[in-house]
Structure formats: structure tokens, C-alpha cells
């Protein structure tokens, strides 16, 4: 079932939005050759209880930490860790939830430690306009395929891969709600959008294919090919005033 959510309870989100968004940017500001991943989490997870609010991703499924961050060829869900080191070069996705008054807000950026090779950069930017497409798309009367065919296109006319086992998702009083929102689809198909819904969107790219493996930790997500991957997210509101980007600093 998809929940529409009252104007209040977005305002609520919003709330939780920004603490996450704040907590994310803590964490990418931290972000710098010899630091730990334990260390970036420690600074997300401290601003996120230091400001009244509870990580959402802190026990999830049993996930040990309140961030997830994954380098380079991993994905997603990187369990953060005392012994791995970031290196110059690097990229690092952060991702990174709230709960604020029983609601939430989920967003992920991946940012470079130090010089980062051209191939990279460009691949954080196209990851980037991806995320930008995929909210322009979410408006009322548009469908799901609309948000995925936006992100899909614009990925795959620099050869990039899209992930297709993991996708971004509905969210509000749990973080995970319906619909399933796809990176790839068909634009015109799918569930039509409207109003009060909330959904988080988060395109993860892959340099080159989209296929992808889970390691024997059980959450790290990396590609089949070995090469970077890119993820970048906000939890937007569908409003008839436009998408509304909830995690905002
Ligand atoms: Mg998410």
C-alpha cells in the first residue's frame, strides 16, 4: 500500500530530512585520506543523537552502524571500519537516515579524498545530474518509469551501468515503504505519481556494467566488474507544487 502523506507530516520529514542531510554533510566534510570509515560514522552518528533524532539505519536488519560507506568499487552498504583506511584517490559513498518524531529521511553523496582521477570525477557527476533528473521527473501525472528513464538515459549515454538488484523506495513513517523505485524503466509506464507521496530516490552507477555482488559480510554491495560505483540520494516529496527535496542542509 502507498501512504500519501498530510502536509504536517511531510513538514515532519522535513525536519528528519534535514538532520540527515546535515549528519551526510558532517560525514563527506570528514572525509579525507588516513581516516578510518569508523571515524566518519562516528561524526554522523554523533550529530544525528546530538540532535534529537535516532540513526535510522543503527540496528536495521542488523546493520551495526549509522552509516553506510562504500569505496570505490563498493556499492552500497559498506559496514563502516576501524581498520579501513581511506586512500588518496578514493571515492567514498555515504549514506546516511534519520528518525525524527517517527518519521525519516534518507539521503547518500559520494564525494573524492584528495585528487581523484578524471574517470571518477566524471563518474560523481553523471551519478549526480542522475539524481537531478530523477526529481525533476518526479511530478503528480508522471509514472515510476518517468523517474527511472531519466536516470537510465542519462547513465547510459556515458556507458555507464545501472544497478538493477537494489533500487530507491517509499518512505515516511518507516524507511522503507512502497512503491520500489527503479533507476531503469520505461518513461509513460509504471504507477502514476500524485501528490503526498514521498519517495526516496537513488541512483547507484556503476563505471562500467551494471552487475553487481554481495559480499560474505552479508551487506557490502560491489560491482561484478571490479570498477567504481557511484550512489547519490534524497527522500523527495511529490507535491503539486513540484518535487520537494527533503534532505536538505
Ligand atoms: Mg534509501
Redesign the pocket.
Known amino acids: 500500500m502507498i501512504v500519501l502523506k498530510t502536509g504536517k507530516e511531510i513538514a515532519l520529514m522535513r525536519e528528519a530530512g534535514r538532520i540527515a542531510a546535515q549528519a551526510l554533510m558532517a560525514g563527506v566534510q570528514a572525509v579525507a585520506p588516513g581516516k578510518t570509515t569508523q571515524e566518519i560514522n562516528r561524526v554522523i552518528h554523533d550529530y544525528i543523537t546530538s540532535h534529537g533524532a535516532v540513526p535510522s539505519f543503527l540496528g536495521y536488519g542488523g546493520f551495526p552502524a549509522a552509516a553506510c560507506i562504500s569505496i570505490n568499487q563498493e556499492v552500497i552498504h559498506g559496514i563502516p571500519s576501524k581498520t579501513r583506511r581511506i586512500e588518496e584517490g578514493d571515492i567514498v559513498s555515504i549514506d546516511v537516515g534519520a528518525i525524527y518524531k517517527g518519521y525519516h529521511g534518507?539521503n547518500a553523496y559520494t564525494v573524492g579524498a584528495g585528487q581523484i582521477s578524471p574517470e571518477k570525477q566524471q563518474l560523481l557527476d553523471v551519478t549526480k545530474k542522475c539524481l537531478e533528473l530523477g526529481i525533476e521527473a518526479a511530478v503528480p501525472g508522471n509514472r515510476l518509469g518517468d523517474i527511472g528513464a531519466a536516470v537510465q538515459g542519462y547513465a547510459e549515454s556515458f556507458g555507464y551501468g545501472v544497478v538493477r538488484e537494489y533500487v530507491?523506495?517509499g518512505i515516511g513513517s518507516e524507511m522503507h515503504q512502497e512503491p520500489e523505485v527503479p533507476n531503469y524503466g520505461r518513461a509513460g509506464h509504471g504507477l502514476r505519481l500524485a501528490a503526498g507521496m514521498t519517495i526516496?530516490i537513488?541512483p547507484m552507477i556503476n563505471l562500467r556494467g551494471a552487475g553487481v555482488r554481495q559480499l560474505s559480510d552479508g551487506w557490502t554491495v560491489v560491482t561484478a566488474s571490479g570498477l567504481p560505483s557511484a550512489h547519490f540520494?534524497h527522500t523527495v516529496a511529490i507535491t503539486d507544487n513540484g518535487p520537494v527535496i527533503l534532505t536538505r542542509p
Open positions: 534518507d530507491g523506495h526516496a537513488e540520494e
